[in-house]
Nanobody
């Protein structure tokens, strides 16, 4: 059974940094595109960043461009989300998701929540003084 486990969420001050990790359990992530999504209280889930199976293609939401970096280490079966210059509006539960990636590319249409079948349980990130 495909399982994803997120970790790294924490309370951090504005301007601070966090690195989230997404681990695959029971399968290897090599053949899957991975996305990071977030959902703040009372808001819809939104795509943050996505990466192709090889890691060669990425997509970022405008709200996080230049601050967040998605990367993967297929040898360790991990995908990371490095978050810098955090803002209070980044506060949310962060989820990673996986699905197949036949094209090997990444784009806005491949980074939408409805095209991901496998989801983790989420890790909370709070940005506050």
């Amino acid at each position: 059974q495909l399982q994803l486990v997120e970790s790294g969420g924490d309370l951090v001050q504005p301007g601070g940094s966090l690195r989230l990790s997404c681990a695959g359990s029971g399968f290897t992530l090599d053949y899957y595109r991975i996305g990071w999504f977030r959902q703040a209280p009372g808001k819809e889930r939104e795509g943050v960043a996505c990466i192709s199976s090889s890691g060669g293609s990425r997509y970022y939401a405008d709200s996080v461009k230049g601050r967040f970096t998605i990367s993967r280490d297929n040898a360790k079966n991990l995908v990371y989300l490095q978050m810098n210059s955090l803002k209070p509006e980044d506060t949310a539960v962060y989820y990673c998701a996986a699905d197949t990636n036949p094209s090997g590319q990444m784009s806005f249409s491949l980074c939408m929540s409805r095209v991901f079948r496998y989801w983790g349980q989420g890790t909370p990130v709070t940005v506050s003084l």
